[in-house]
């Protein structure tokens, strides 16, 4: 039996690391189809309730940390809004993350809800590890916001929270609150290598934003 435990940037969302538990020889999984997918995320929200943000228990096993981080953006709010919470554009800055698979997009009131799974694909040790984040993404455009939970393995939780506000004509500060709850044993290194990841996705979509390539 081989375990190991691996860092990688994600998108959502969220939950922009991975940390992996795996058996034997790591090998990308076969593409599923989208219908397979849905059936997982479906399965994930209803056994692991990711959408409850009720801290841990204090006999659960389980930990909660949190952090926020802000970075600049030399481009008008409505533009970053759109490109960043746009979960197809962390494609590329995000170099693990190789698909995003929308199951549902609907709306209810001012807020847009979208189901999805985001797909990744890890180097480790010479082989490919395929780690699939299953997420909710809400937005709310007119108060240039919205919120991400996700669910991976081992039981890796993040809310997310990411607000856009105007600092000057033309610029932008974005800053994203994160909420990680994880087995006690790895909540510091989730948190901790989470947030790094998180920091790097955010300097990427920068760069892509001010170039024009997103």
Request: charge should be negative; avoid cysteine.
């Amino acid at each position: 039996m081989k375990h190991f435990l691996r860092l990688a940037a994600a998108p959502l969302l969220a939950g922009a690391f991975l940390v992996s538990a795996a058996s034997g020889p790591a090998t990308a999984d076969t593409a599923q189809t989208d219908a397979e997918l849905a059936a997982e995320w479906q399965a994930a929200w209803d056994t692991h309730a990711f959408y409850d943000t009720t801290p841990p228990a204090p006999d659960s096993g389980r930990s909660r940390a949190v952090s926020e981080i802000s970075i600049e953006i030399d481009r008008p709010i409505q533009q970053v809004f759109a490109a960043y919470s746009d979960l197809d554009n962390h494609i590329g800055p995000n170099p693990f993350l190789k698909r995003v698979v929308t199951h549902k997009d609907w709306r209810l009131a001012d807020t847009r809800y979208v189901n999805l799974t985001a797909i990744e694909e890890i180097p480790y040790q010479g082989t490919i590890v395929t780690n699939k984040v299953h997420a909710q993404q809400r937005l709310n455009p007119a108060s240039f916001s919205y919120e991400t939970d996700t669910w991976s393995e081992p039981a890796v939780v993040t809310h997310q929270k990411i607000s856009f506000r105007v600092l000057a004509p033309g610029k932008t500060v974005v800053t994203e609150s994160l909420t990680f709850d994880a087995d006690a044993t790895l909540i510091d290194f989730v948190a901790a290598n989470g947030t790094a990841a998180h920091q790097q996705t955010q300097a990427a979509l920068k760069q892509a934003i001010e170039s024009g390539t997103i």
